[in-house]
């Protein structure tokens, strides 16, 4: 029992213990109970943390996006402008070393141009835009990427607008320095026309004329270009003046020759001549020329080359007043054949020449210079005088305007017969500034017939109006 008893006091003692663990346990319980409310304010708090993560993120992604947008927008705006410059300064590459005043702002073009260039990637083509689910800070990447690409193009911009720019201004100061250089020449011998043409002159009014045209042009040689007034708009008035004097020593040129008639034992003539043609465009523009100074020339033709589409340029040399001579059928040394052979190449010329409504002035050039007694006797017997020259241009050989030009009025004096060749543009260029200046220096430009005193005679060989080889003689005479 005391076995019992102990147990059963120990189990008394065991209640009590039990019912006190009973009571935390229950305690415990209606703990638990009591936290829901918590967890339902942590939920919250965690929900409102998503939800305020969330619109943060929204946010700063829509923040992100508009930095982007903005940012792009600017780079194609930088991506336009250097597209302009670029074609700018490519188009003013095109500008050579000779166009310029400064040789070198070319050179600084051309490096400016091929480093200047920008491949597609650096100004930022095929960058992804500023949509798609990435996150703000890839967005504030693109826009810092696209910032690169606007600095990069305008930089490159301004490089290559500045170096064009130079090579513009330098192009237009030669221009104006160009123009001016070339009025400046035409002003000293329109000076000495107009003191040589003192009492020569028809008409007194030309002479007045003239003077006038000196002044504006002598002002406009000195005239520098200025804010209001650009270089290349003085450079086109200097030759707009140009051609005006141009056209007042043509006049008073006229007026000399009205004044004694076309007398070449009174006036100081020369003759030129062109060979070779007509087989290119330049022989149109030779006769524009001629008809826009108001000059006669003569043409010595080669028949073989003559088609039907030479017909209008022949034509109009009647018109015109300009000669048409022989100049062989097929450009042989004439010396080389029979005299059947001979007489053939010049029958054949005329024919050619008539047949395209040319007139025959009974003038003949044999190729070459080159003449013997066949030769002299087919064309006496062809009822042609020989035309030689005693100034060679050499068109032909140096096929430069400025150089045929200075040789031509250099080695002018009365009576010469001058070489050139109507098939080179360069002779065609170089015609205007041979005319104006030997008209300066008081030439009368005549054709060939009129230098010898309107009868060239069959037979005989002509190298100037006073230098002549009688038919029969074979010694050169002064006459
Ligand atoms: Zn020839």
Request: aromatic share 4%; glycine share 8%.
């Amino acid at each position: 029992m005391g076995k019992t008893d102990g147990t059963s006091g120990t189990v008394n003692g065991s209640n009590g213990a039990l019912d006190e663990g009973l009571d935390v346990l229950a305690s415990v319980r209606f703990r638990r109970r009591r936290p829901w409310p918590i967890v339902l304010v942590c939920m919250v708090c965690v929900v409102a943390l998503v939800a305020g993560g969330l619109t943060w993120m929204h946010v700063a992604y829509v923040a992100a996006q508009s930095d982007c947008e903005s940012a792009i927008s600017r780079r194609d705006s930088a991506v336009v402008v250097y597209r302009r410059a670029l074609t700018k300064a490519t188009s003013a590459s095109s500008i050579t070393a000779d166009d310029v005043k400064d040789a070198s702002v070319v050179t600084a073009l051309g490096k400016a141009v091929s480093s200047g260039r920008l491949s597609s990637s650096q100004l930022g083509g095929g960058s992804p835009g500023c949509t798609g689910r990435v996150m703000p800070d890839r967005l504030r990447e693109r826009a810092r990427a696209a910032d690169r690409s606007s600095a990069r193009a305008r930089s490159s911009a301004r490089a290559l607008a500045s170096a064009a720019q130079k090579v513009i201004a330098s192009r237009d100061a030669k221009t104006l320095s160009d123009a001016q250089s070339d009025l400046g020449t035409l002003v000293a011998s329109a000076n000495k026309l107009l003191d040589y043409s003192k009492g020569q002159v028809s008409d007194d009014a030309t002479r007045t004329a003239l003077s006038d045209a000196i002044a504006r042009a002598t002002l406009l040689v000195s005239e520098h270009s200025t804010a209001s007034r650009s270089a290349t708009s003085l450079a086109s008035t200097c030759r707009e003046q140009y051609t005006a004097l141009e056209k007042a020593i043509a006049d008073v040129s006229d007026s000399i020759t009205d004044q004694s008639g076309v007398d070449c034992d009174k006036l100081k003539c020369i003759a030129l001549t062109f060979d070779d043609g007509p087989d290119s465009s330049s022989d149109a523009t030779i006769r524009d020329e001629l008809e826009r100074l108001k000059v006669k020339a003569t043409f010595f033709m080669i028949g073989n080359t003559i088609t039907s589409s030479d017909d209008s340029v022949i034509a109009r040399d009647a018109k015109d007043g300009n000669l048409d001579g022989n100049h062989s059928w097929s450009h042989p040394n004439l010396t080389d054949l029979e005299a059947d052979d001979v007489e053939s190449q010049l029958v054949k010329t005329d024919r050619a020449i008539t047949d395209a409504g040319g007139v025959l002035s009974g003038l003949v050039r044999p190729p070459y210079g080159s003449w013997n007694d066949t030769v002299r006797n087919q064309a006496a017997a062809n009822g042609d005088a020989i035309i030689l020259w005693n100034i060679d241009s050499e068109d032909w050989k140096n096929r430069d305007a400025t150089t045929t030009t200075t040789r031509v009025v250099k080695s002018a004096r009365a009576g010469s017969i001058v070489l050139m060749h109507s098939i080179y543009q360069s002779t065609a260029d170089a015609l205007p500034d041979i005319v104006n200046q030997l008209r300066a220096k008081g030439f009368t430009l005549v054709t060939v017939t009129q230098l010898l005193g309107g009868s060239p005679k069959p037979g005989w060989v002509y190298y100037g109006q006073h230098d002549m080889i009688h038919l029969g003689q074979t010694k050169q005479v002064e006459e």
